[in-house]
């Protein structure tokens, strides 16, 4: 499988956009809520996950008639419906994991999205999380990524650990090298591709990558 897109519970921006950057080949899961987002683009779940609580059972009715396969949670359960739309999708291994409408609304959802992109056991899969023209990433240690975007473009680095070693950056109006990053510090906000390119490589720690390309846009 190429891709899974995961529609969360969040706010959909932008849906111009967002269709621009979806395929005919994507699988399209939503976890609970997501699916009104999906069908509002005028897709068609594959999957939707969830205790279903934010759908109503005629919409749910009308989904399985479909021939959508629905995976039903208890309301009482240890994850939120994206952690196990993700989880989900991870057991498919495809090559990339879009996930899609998960900004906005509660703030402690919103971070708890974000978050879910530094577990361990997504390591080895691909995961984007893409808002309007804003596209994030997480780099994990000892690693490099590349940033295909244009001059102006902005580009944030957020570190997730205590300290985030040998950052190396380059392509960019401030580059570093060699660089450590402190946990909540503002250093790495707001760059600014001077070229078609950046990129990042970095020693022991997690960064998310954060891409704004309204420029290109």
């Given amino acids: 499988m190429s891709r899974i897109v995961i529609f969360a519970n969040g706010e959909l921006n932008q849906p ?3 269709s ?6 994507d699988c399209i899961f939503c976890a609970d809520g997501g699916t009104l987002h999906a069908l509002a683009l005028g897709l068609m ?4 996950i969830g205790d279903l609580d934010s759908l109503a059972p005629e919409t749910v009715v009308e989904m399985e008639s479909k021939g959508v396969t629905i995976h039903r949670h208890p309301a009482y ?3 939120t419906d994206l952690e196990l739309a993700l989880r989900l999708a991870i057991a ?3 090559a990339e994991i879009l996930l899609v409408t998960a900004l906005g609304g509660r703030l402690d959802q919103m971070l708890a999205n974000i978050m879910l992109l530094t577990r361990p056991e997504y390591a ?25 975007g244009q001059p102006g473009d902005t580009l944030s680095l957020i570190p997730l650990t205590p300290t985030v070693n040998s950052v190396n950056l380059s392509g960019v109006e401030w580059p570093l090298a060699q660089t450590t990053l402190s946990l909540g510090s503002t250093l790495t906000i707001s760059n600014t591709l001077t070229a078609s390119q950046a990129t990042i490589q970095i020693g022991e720690g997690l960064v998310l990558v954060v891409h704004d390309n309204t420029v290109a846009e």
Avoid: M
């Fill in 20 to 25: 621009a950057q979806l395929h005919s080949t």
């Fill in 124 to 148: 080895s899969t691909l995961l984007t999380l893409l808002d309007g023209p804003y596209r994030a990433r997480l780099l994990r240690s000892h690693h490099s990524l590349v940033i295909n």
């Fill in 16 to 18: 111009d956009l967002l």
């Fill in 92 to 94: 498919e291994n495809p």
């Fill in 45 to 48: 779940p594959d999957a939707i």
């Fill in 77 to 79: 359960k240890n994850e």
